[in-house]
T-cell receptor, first 113, second 109 residues
């Protein structure tokens, strides 16, 4: 199994809603990542978890709250988002931090109304 | 500050010919470089990588060249096939992976 699975694929939410994005991998990878990608832009790193501990937070606003319940799962909790937060949210995993080969999921296309 | 730059937003190549995608970087601390390929509505897929101690890495139709003195790398695809049409991202690793802006490659039959 070499897949990173993200759900949902599409999400539309209002600015007062609370929603969660989910990511799962069963490759035994110990590092998991959240990236944000706007149209025609490169992916931008948001968070890195290494061995289930948050190791990098790229100064992301607190309306985004990551969670790593176990080594296979990564969540991103969303609350009070702004329309400019609309983007493709990509989850990725790697064998460990510093391992360069990231496996990406297909992403969740988020629209904030 | 764009540490990894892909100056060509798009590239069009005839099927069977060579595609050359370029990438420049500014941070001398980068020690590993990767190319990712992205189709619409999918996440990026790892294509090929190169360590800073090498100047060339080849995998089938794909070859990556690294010129450390010029802080430049390139991806060669030969022969180009219609299925190669996608957005290609160059990425560089120091403490974290930094992506370039991407180049949209179109292979024309």
């Amino acid at each position: 199994d070499t897949e990173v699975t993200q759900t949902p694929k599409h999400l539309v939410m209002g600015m007062t809603n609370k929603k969660s994005l989910k990511c799962e991998q069963h490759m035994g990878h110990r590092a998991m990542y959240w990236y944000k990608q706007k149209a025609k832009k490169p992916p931008e790193l948001m968070f890195v978890y290494s061995y289930e501990k948050l190791s990098i937070n790229e100064s992301v606003p607190s309306r985004f709250s990551p969670e790593c319940p176990n080594s296979s799962l990564l969540n991103l909790h969303l609350h009070a988002l702004q329309p400019e937060d609309s983007a493709l949210y990509l989850c990725a995993s790697s064998l460990g931090r510093g391992y360069e080969k990231l496996f990406f999921g297909s992403g969740t296309q988020l629209s904030v109304l | 500050d764009q540490q990894v730059k892909q100056n060509s937003p798009s590239l069009s190549v005839q099927e069977g010919r060579i595609s050359i995608l370029n990438c420049d970087y500014t941070n001398s601390m980068f020690d590993y470089f990767l190319w990712y390929k992205k189709y619409p509505a999918e996440g990026p897929t790892f294509l090929i990588s190169i360590s800073s101690i090498k100047d060339k890495n080849e995998d089938g139709r794909f070859t990556v060249f690294l010129n450390k003195s010029a802080k430049h790398l390139s991806l060669h695809i030969v022969p180009s096939q219609p299925g190669d049409s996608a957005v290609y991202f160059c990425a560089a690793l120091a403490q974290k992976l930094v992506f370039g802006q991407g180049t949209r490659l179109t292979i024309n039959p």
